[in-house]
């Protein structure tokens, strides 16, 4: 009796000995699987968490752009990464409760700096078991606009002389230069004809800035006419980034807006009969001649200041009286300003352009002419990417898909070229040098979505 007694406790106590290890296991087994669970919620957390800061910092160095002071700027970037956040982080994500706190904007010397953190806590599962009753997740994020350098060139030429498309062409312009911080960016403003006129030059003593206000009065009181000597632009905004600043931003850019090819150029132009040498532009038209009363003589000065024709006396600038006698060998229309940069005129590629024009026929003058200027408008933006500047090129209506000059260019393929982009032609792409961006405008509905495109890109370049 007794034996069997003992037998009987030690097997009880055996059942109670296996559950107490079975409860265990499985408290262990469950604890286990909140880890798990709560760890992949966390994990999920601090994803939307990253990525809503990430964007909000993006949002606020675009926005800090916007403000006439340092303190608005600094309200902006607040205000847009608080609102960018907010709509990236939805109330209550799996159950969690975030916190954006107040975005840092620091201004050090033309560079914006945005410091964005944000925290989350999310509610445990399962491990409240072990007595973890929430996660903590944090993350940060900083967005830093380099300070910018931007030569501004606006085409003015008459075949943009509707009002339709004057009127596009100075809002979407205007609106253009509301992306960029007139505190710390530089601004220069120009506009191009026959001649090109420098509205707004880069401050001086390398001070930081531009005068938004002035810019869009000029903008507003641009007239539409003249030929299109691209080239003289281009020198001008090479000129501007390259010597009127002498401490340059780590991002230059020009931003060349235009709706045709070149068709003239400036030089100081050898003449026959009594004429002596000649400072002027020459030009000719988009299309081949078809009478003896060409454009293809001097009708205009080179010098800043002067955009259109000038009524000027005399055989020298008459159209049919006198002509060219022959092509300078390189562009001396800045000779003396920049003397150690040659830009050949009379070359064999990557068009051919022949030095005599005494006495030929108005085809040849007429060929030359235009292969100069496209000639030249390529080598001055080769030159100023070689010298580490973007070019940006906006084209704008019909003119640039249809085969203009002697050798039918797209005027399209020109600006692509300026640019350096990938798809333009063979010839001209250069990826060793800046690629900068293409827009082009059908329409002008379409010029505000394309300025957007190039400020969109610039703002991302210098970030």
Request: proline fraction near 5%.
């Amino acid at each position: 009796m007794r034996g069997d007694a003992v037998k009987t406790t030690s097997k009880k106590r055996q059942q109670g000995a296996v559950s107490i290890v079975v409860v265990a296991s499985l408290a262990m087994l469950l604890a286990g699987l909140g880890l798990a669970l709560d760890a992949g919620l966390g994990y999920m957390v601090k994803a939307k968490l990253d990525a809503a800061a990430d964007g909000a910092a993006i949002a606020a160095g675009q926005a800090v752009t916007r403000g006439n002071t340092p303190a608005q700027q600094m309200t902006n970037a607040q205000q847009a990464a608080t609102a960018f956040f907010a709509a990236n982080y939805p109330s209550g994500f799996l159950n969690s409760t975030a916190t954006l706190q107040t975005p840092s904007v620091t201004f050090n010397n033309g560079t914006v700096t945005i410091d964005i953190a944000a925290q989350a806590k999310v509610p445990t599962t399962f491990t409240q078991l072990i007595g973890y009753r929430s996660l903590s997740v944090a993350t940060s994020s900083e967005s830093i606009r380099r300070d910018l350098d931007m030569a501004f060139v606006i085409d003015t030429t008459s075949s943009m002389s509707d009002s339709t498309t004057q009127k596009a062409v100075r809002t979407s312009s205007v609106n253009f230069l509301n992306n960029f911080d007139v505190t710390n960016d530089r601004v220069a403003l120009m506009h191009f004809a026959t001649g090109t006129v420098v509205d707004v030059p880069f401050k001086a003593a390398n001070a930081r800035g531009f005068d938004r206000t002035t810019m869009t009065n000029l903008i507003n009181g641009y007239s539409f006419n003249g030929n299109t000597n691209s080239e003289e632009a281009v020198w001008n905004a090479r000129w501007q980034l390259n010597h009127v600043i002498t401490q340059p931003s780590s991002l230059r850019v020009i931003v060349f807006f235009s709706d045709g090819a070149p068709n003239s150029f400036s030089s100081a132009f050898p003449m026959t009969k009594t004429c002596t040498t000649n400072t002027g532009t020459i030009v000719s038209s988009d299309d081949p001649p078809t009478g003896s009363n060409q454009t293809d003589n001097p009708g205009g000065l080179y010098q800043m200041g002067v955009q259109t024709s000038q009524a000027m006396s005399g055989n020298c600038y008459s159209k049919t009286a006198a002509t060219v006698d022959h092509l300078p060998a390189n562009y001396n229309a800045h000779a003396a300003s920049e003397p150690t940069v040659t830009f050949p005129i009379v070359t064999n590629t990557p068009r051919v352009v022949t030095q005599n024009m005494n006495g030929a026929s108005y085809t040849v003058r007429y060929q030359n002419i235009n292969r100069a200027s496209r000639n030249l408008l390529e080598a001055m933006a080769a030159q100023a990417r070689s010298e580490g500047i973007y070019v940006f090129a906006l084209g704008y209506g019909p003119y640039l898909t249809v085969g203009k000059g002697p050798d039918g260019e797209l005027g399209s393929d020109i600006l692509k070229c300026i640019a350096n982009v990938a798809n333009g032609p063979s010839r001209c792409y250069n990826p060793k040098q800046p690629v900068g961006v293409y827009c082009y405008a059908a329409t002008p509905a379409d010029l505000q979505p394309c300025y957007s495109q190039l400020a969109s890109q610039i703002l991302r370049i210098s970030k």
